[in-house]
């Protein structure tokens, strides 16, 4: 195990990303999302892309957002991704897992609660994972102490549509899924819709 308890494995990771883009400015460390070895007011932006989703317990999920927070100068950015509460339905329909009985549990839950879990560790069927609903996201983020600026979905339809993929190489027809995309990506109603989203907040000035 690495530092922190990490996986030996991961523990190598930081390494080879300053050896690759050291050049460019660019640091790395293993790290704790709920407890991130910077100073206060350290950041003009911070990326939280990835630990609200691993994160399965609101309260973890609200440190990491707390100590985004914190490592954000006033009026800094914080630009959060999360998984939609629907994904996994729309992922199993899309990729006919859904018609594997147990597939169709695993999204049951995933609606219910959710908390997905992959308990026989099927291929393609994800980890263990928290999956947000667009104004559950909102509501952790306002909690936390961040002002919401825009919250949208990132693929919105075109990502459940996989005859898609052969026009992608096209660059025409990319413009007209990435302009679907974009169609329908402010619309508060069909964020869910989306398998990822995005949400960029602002420090207001009493945190």
Known sequence: MGPRGWPARWAARPAKANADLGGLGVTAELGDARDLPVGNGTYDVVLLFGPLYHLTERHDRLSALR???RAVRPGGLVAVA??????S??????RQYLFDPEFRSIAAQ????GQHRNPGDRPGW????????PDELRDEVNEAGLDVRELVGLEGLALWLPQLADRWGNLD????ILWSSRAIEPEPSLAGLSAHLLLVAERNTEH
């Open 67 to 69: 100590e985004a927070v």
């Open 82 to 87: 999360a998984v939609s509460r629907f994904a």
């Open 89 to 94: 339905l729309f992922d199993g329909l899309a």
């Open 110 to 113: 995933d609606l219910r609660e």
């Open 126 to 133: 994800w980890t263990t994972a928290y999956f947000h609903r």
């Open 173 to 176: 027809d990319r413009e007209t």
